[in-house]
């Protein structure tokens, strides 16, 4: 099994910030790409965000604005950095690599957990 492994999470109120890491093999971490992706109970997993090889990052429309994601690539680690946090964003959150045609490359791991609530 190729998995990262995903820590950070916990229990934060509306409008805190936490910030999630993610150690990934070095065989998905430095091909093309490193996604933040979240499942929240009964929906499907959302796409988060997105940082390249080069440094380029994406975010989805609900977190643009409030996530910051980052790379070290002498640790093999990805960021996110989430601010302004909302009950919405409580979700079980995931990080995986990706080539430039867009396939996964790993696993799914166990994911870091991030609830907000007051």
């Known amino acids: 099994q190729v998995q990262p492994v995903e820590s950070g999470g916990g229990l934060v109120q509306p409008g805190g910030s936490l910030k999630l890491s993610c150690v990934a093999p070095?065989?998905?971490?430095?091909?093309?790409?490193m996604d933040w992706y979240r499942q929240a109970p009964g929906k499907q997993r959302e796409w988060v965000a997105r940082?390249?090889?080069?440094?380029?990052?994406n975010y989805g429309d609900s977190v643009k604005g409030r996530f910051t994601m980052s790379r070290d690539n002498t640790k093999n680690t990805v960021y996110l950095q989430m601010n302004n946090l909302k009950p919405e964003d409580t979700a079980v959150y995931y990080c995986?690599?990706?080539?430039?045609?867009?396939?996964?490359?790993?696993?799914w791991g166990q994911g870091t957990q991030v609830t907000v609530s007051s």
């Open positions: 940082i390249t090889n080069s440094g380029t990052t």
């Open positions: 070095g065989r998905i971490f430095s091909i093309y790409a």
């Open positions: 995986n690599g990706l080539n430039n045609l867009g396939r996964l490359l790993g696993d």
